[in-house]
């Protein structure tokens, strides 16, 4: 804690008094920021985590489906098949404000919209329908992987935001508020002190006079 | 001398000759092709199980019998030709030696196949291959019938 | 054919298809509680050799590969004439086929993708390709490959170009049996046909697929006619199941068709569709002056190698044994 280094003048007492207002302000605006982010953060953190679990999951089984579908083919086969994609799939990203945080939205985007069996690229001969299998059910896990992209996303944004607000908070309360208060303290007794070093000079001129 | 002198004079050597002839060449021929189908499989079978030599060796003697009976009744039928003997004895010797010389011809092909069939069983599973030399063996009874004809008419005429 | 011509061949057929792993063996094998368990039991096993030369479990791939390749070299070596073998072999020249288009297309190296157990040489074919020399190639790969690049200029659809060879496959492959003259080889080429037909179409289904498309993946040639096929893609299964009754492959078809229907999956029916070929090929049994022996031992080698290929990646991924065997192939000893 420090003494600003201000001149301990009524003027600059005014000027503190009106900042040590806003900070006060501030402050109280920024705690209730924080506290508000706080619990959207910790709706997502959980969303995160139900939504990473589920996922996992299915990819889990994705997987399975893809190595008994690798387990009836020939490895060759199987990677012949899938070698050259016909789909070609993009993400399109928006942005949402949450609490003056930018977090991202996505959206996939096919190139073969009309066609619904466009991600399997393969002949029929001598493919297995487990790949099929597999690949659907790929395929159906990307909606979930992308919301999961977001949130995880989001979950980082806001953290950086709390991370802030939080910082600021601290500092407005551990710092700039006690520093104005002290400064004021200071020049108030600094002010009171000259006011009563003026009424003793005075009485001191006083008894002389009257001497 | 006119063909029918030449014939009648000659002929009977000429026919019984032939009868030797076509009972040792048919029934010859027969049991090498026979033999020849049991040994092609039977070497297939020594490429990977050379410890089975003996069994494959009985298997693919079978159709060899055909030759063997040819062979004999060939002999017996040559012990019968003389310069001048007639062109009835003659014919008959042909005769006599027809179904030996046909049915050992037929027989043996067959019989290889039966036996080929049974280096497949020797070769899957060596406890049964005695069933497949009796299923062989079936075949060598219509050769040996064959055979005992043939014997019986060459001795049972005499001219 | 002379069918005289394969007496030793058969023989030596017989000998090597009692070293195929048995029906108790491959219970053990489904059984065992890892994969450490499964390499022991294949140790007691013709597959010891090769599983020597691997370090690590997971390169059983390679020791598939190789049994693969063997089995083919011995067939080749066995048998007076290759036209039987390349019935089989086919479908992997025509994967080779479509390894070479898409690697020139994509511009990238797949040579770990080619097959070594076709009939041409890949390399051979390859150079030729590259060299713009397919002429040297025989007329229907020439054909093929030809109209697939022309194809896949024009669309830029890689799917086509699978589609097509694969079209050229089968005809080639029915070709090709047809020559032989052997009613079991065209029986199986039908069957194989036929089922793969109706495979296809179930599949489509799943894909919403148009008939335009499926006038394109259904093969000719089968034992049921083509547009029978094409024509039942907007069918239910049961009405399949109906319009299939009375097929010579119905029994295993129907079987097939009956799973499907009550669990949404073709695991069932591509099980169906290896066991009917396989039985098919069991003809051979007790066919003892010809070309089948060969035929079937290969088909047999085949499906114990995917039989094995099954257990293993089923062990390597805690699969249970019951779902392990509902996908392994029946046997043919």
């Known amino acids: 804690m420090a003494i600003l280094n ?75 098949a899938v070698s050259f994609p016909k789909e070609s799939i993009s993400v399109e990203i928006e942005q949402k404000n949450v ?10 985007k096919r190139k073969l919209e009309t066609d619904a069996g466009s991600i399997y690229p393969y002949g029929f001969v001598q493919t297995s329908s487990e790949l099929d299998d597999a690949i659907s059910r790929l395929y159906d896990i990307m ?53 009563r070093a003026t009424i003793t000079r005075l009485m001191k001129v006083k008894d002389l006079i009257n001497k | 001398m006119s063909f029918s002198e030449l014939l009648v004079n000659y002929g009977g050597v000429v026919f019984g000759a032939l009868g030797a002839a076509l009972a040792v060449l048919l029934s010859g021929i027969g049991s090498a092709i026979g033999l020849g189908t049991v040994g092609e499989a039977a070497s297939g079978l020594m490429i990977e199980e050379p410890e089975k030599f003996g069994k494959s060796l009985v298997l693919q003697l079978l159709p060899g019998t055909q030759g063997l009976y040819g062979f004999v009744i060939g002999l017996l039928a040559l012990g019968q030709l003389s310069a001048g003997m007639s062109l009835s004895h003659g014919l008959y010797i042909t005769m006599a030696c027809l179904p030996i010389a046909f049915v050992g011809w037929r027989s043996a092909i067959y019989q290889g196949k039966v036996a080929a069939a ?37 001795n049972s005429v005499s001219f | 054919m002379d069918r005289m011509a394969y007496t030793q061949a058969v023989v030596r057929i017989r000998v090597l298809e009692k070293r195929l792993l048995t029906k108790a063996q491959f219970n053990l ?56 073998i390349d019935l089989l072999a086919l479908k992997y020249d025509y994967h080779n086929l479509k390894v070479l288009l898409k690697e020139k297309f994509l511009n990238k190296d797949f040579s770990h993708l080619y097959a070594p157990v076709g009939s041409q040489d890949y390399q051979k074919v390859k150079k030729a ?72 179409i179930l599949r489509l289904q799943k894909m919403e697929k148009d008939i335009r498309f499926s006038e394109d993946v259904i093969l000719p040639n089968g034992n049921i006619d083509k547009d029978k096929i094409v024509y039942s893609l907007h069918d239910s299964v049961d009405s ?12 295993f078809l129907i079987k097939g068709l009956e799973s499907y ?62 779902a392990t065997r509902e996908r392994v192939r029946d046997l043919y000893a």
């Open chain 1, 143 to 195: 909606p979930k992987l992308l919301r999961l992209a977001e949130v995880e996303k989001s979950c980082q944004l806001m953290a950086d935001e709390i991370e802030k607000t939080r910082r600021r908070v601290n500092a407005l309360e551990h710092r700039t508020i006690p520093d104005l208060e002290e400064t004021i303290k200071f020049i108030r007794m600094k002010l009171d002190e000259n006011e």
């Open chain 2, 118 to 154: 049974g280096i497949s069983i020797l070769a899957k599973n060596e406890a049964q291959t005695t069933k497949g030399i009796i299923y062989s063996v079936m075949v060598e009874t219509y050769a040996l019938l064959a055979f005992v004809i043939s014997l019986i008419l060459l």
């Open chain 1, 99 to 108: 609490m003056s945080v930018y977090v991202p939205v996505m959206n996939f």
């Open chain 3, 29 to 84: 094998l489904i059984e065992a509680k890892d994969l450490e368990e499964v390499f022991r039991l294949l140790d007691e096993t013709e597959y010891s050799k090769s599983l020597s030369q691997i370090s690590r479990k997971e390169d059983y791939e390679e020791v598939l590969g190789k049994e693969l390749k063997s089995v083919y070299a011995t067939a080749k070596e066995i048998s007076p004439n290759h036209e039987i």
């Open chain 3, 129 to 200: 390709y590259l060299e713009g020399d397919l002429r040297r190639l025989h007329f229907d790969f020439w054909e093929a490959i030809s109209s697939a690049q022309e194809d896949f200029l024009q669309t830029m659809d890689p799917q086509r170009i699978d589609i097509i060879l694969d079209r050229f496959y089968m005809n080639h492959l029915y070709e090709m049996a047809e020559k032989t003259g052997i009613d079991m080889f065209l029986e199986y080429v039908k069957a194989l046909i036929d089922f793969t037909n109706i495979r296809s």
């Open chain 3, 261 to 322: 229907q009550e669990t949404k999956r073709l695991t069932d029916f591509e099980k169906c569709m290896d066991d009917y070929l396989l039985d098919v090929c069991r003809k051979a049994k007790s066919i003892h002056f010809g070309p089948e022996p060969i035929f079937t031992y290969i088909v047999a080698k085949e499906t114990e190698i995917k039989n094995l290929r099954i257990i293993i990646v089923s062990k390597l991924n805690n699969i249970s044994p019951e």
């Open chain 1, 6 to 80: 201000v001149k301990p003048t009524r003027m600059e007492l005014s000027n503190l008094k009106r900042r040590l207002a806003t900070a006060k302000r501030g402050h109280k605006l920024l705690k209730d920021k924080q506290d508000e982010l706080m619990r959207q953060f910790i709706g997502l953190i959980r969303k995160n985590k139900s939504l990473r679990e589920e996922v996992e999951k299915e990819l889990q089984d994705a997987f399975k489906d893809f190595l008994i579908a690798s387990a009836v083919m020939s490895p060759e086969m199987l990677e012949e």
């Open chain 3, 240 to 251: 399949l199941i109906e319009l299939f009754r009375n097929e010579n492959i119905h029994k």
